[in-house]
Each structure stands twice: as C-alpha cells, then as structure tokens.
T-cell receptor
Framework: DAGVTQSPTHLIKTRGQQVTLRCSPKSGHDTVSWYQQALGQGPQFIFQYYEEEERQRGNFPDRFSGHQFPNYSSELNVNALLLGDSALYLC??????????????FGQGTRLTVV | GDSVTQMEGPVTLSEEAFLTINCTYTATGYPSLFWYVQYPGEGLQLLLKATKADDKGSNKGFEATYRKETTSFHLEKGSVQVSDSAVYFCAPTRGSTLGRLYFGRGTQLTVWP
C-alpha cells in the first residue's frame, strides 16, 4: 500500500517565480491538507481540500492556492515567490469519516529553496 | 485560539535513560491528541494518539496519557535508544476543524550510545 507521495522532493526557484507541488494521498483517503515547515519550526497549516474544494484555510496569503482532482490528488501553487517561502512543504492525507479523531498521514515533503 | 506548548529542546540523553517530553495544549471542545516524530530529512510519522480523556496512547515503547484536567499529553519512554533521536511534535486537533493539526516548535531529542 503506497503511502502519501509528494513530488518533486527538492526544488530551487528564483524570487518572483511560480511553483507547483504535487501530492498523491494514501489509498482510500479523500482529504488532503498542506503544511509549511520552516527550518527549526513546527509545520503550519496552509489549507485543506475535500471534494475538490478548499474546506478550510490557515493564515497564508492568496499567493498560496491549491487544487484537488477527482482522484483525490492535490496540487499546491505558490505565486510570486519570496525568499521567506523557502521551507519544507508537507502534504497530509486523511479520511473524512465524520469522526473527530481523523488520523493524518504525511508524505516525505518537498524542500523548496527560493534564491 | 488553539495552541500547543512543548518542552524546549534540545534534549540530550544517554542510551537506556528515561525520557519525558512535556506537552500542554489550549483547545476548545474535546480535541484528539497526537504525537508525531520526524527523523532527519523525512516527513512526519504518527507515533501515538489518544482521542478522549484518560486514554493512553502507546507505540514502540512510547506512552502518553490524555489528561483533560491539566490539558496535558506528556510523552514518556522508559529506556531510549540511539534510533529514537529525532524531533517530536505534540499536536492537538478537534472535530470542528476537520483534522487540522496545531503544531508547536517540536522537541529535538538526541540519544548518545
């Protein structure tokens, strides 16, 4: 059973550019959440997708956008990159069973460096 | 808002020592509580969880008990190994936020042989 897979693993971009990160959830999962983890910090919630719509969002600017496809995979897009966007981007998948103890499984992350 | 406070790191221990990493949380309602572990260069792995008051989560020799009265979920292990060296994150979540996790800064653990 493949777990959560993310691509690419590493990426270097220039300030002002745009980037797209991809995530395939664990088999059977229908909900995808994205987190940003700056060096030495804990992950911070960016947003969550369910049924191809953004269901909730953390405190991130509109430069951060996403998409979920019918097969539940997801993309994270960041426009007008800033140096401060350099971080590990983590995708987490879970199953919306209506229960409050939804368990999230994380991918290995995409390390984005903005120069 | 919801938040979590973890013991400041880094924590350095000798092999077979006893480990405690303190975690307290602020959350409305009845959160589920999780401990995640992050090994160098990797994503997060779920270590253990507890979903209601007085539940004890356990895995790989690690334990944590959901203490609603003190809003705490301290992580313990009786005898650590070098392979336990990692960053540990305590994270509450609650039903109204549909699985959103609230992470603190994490606690770096280094175990020496």
């Amino acid at each position: 059973d493949a777990g959560v897979t993310q691509s690419p693993t590493h990426l270097i971009k220039t300030r002002g550019q745009q980037v797209t990160l991809r995530c395939s959830p664990k088999s059977g999962h229908d909900t995808v959440s994205w987190y940003q983890q700056a060096l030495g910090q804990g992950p911070q919630f960016i947003f969550q997708y369910y049924e191809e719509e953004e269901r909730q969002r953390g405190n991130f600017p509109d430069r951060f956008s996403g998409h979920q496809f019918p097969n539940y995979s997801s993309e994270l897009n960041v426009n007008a990159l800033l140096l401060g966007d350099s971080a590990l981007y983590l995708c987490a998948s879970s199953l919306d069973s209506g229960l409050r103890n939804t368990e999230a499984f994380f991918g290995q992350g995409t390390r984005l460096t903005v120069v | 808002g919801d938040s979590v406070t973890q013991m400041e790191g880094p924590v350095t221990l000798s092999e077979e020592a006893f480990l405690t990493i303190n975690c307290t949380y602020t959350a409305t309602g009845y959160p589920s509580l999780f401990w995640y572990v992050q090994y160098p260069g990797e994503g997060l792995q779920l270590l253990l969880k507890a979903t209601k008051a007085d539940d004890k989560g356990s895995n790989k020799g690690f334990e944590a008990t959901y203490r609603k009265e003190t809003t705490s979920f301290h992580l313990e292990k009786g005898s650590v190994q070098v392979s336990d060296s990692a960053v540990y994150f305590c994270a509450p979540t609650r039903g109204s936020t549909l699985g959103r996790l609230y992470f603190g800064r994490g606690t770096q653990l280094t175990v020496w042989p």
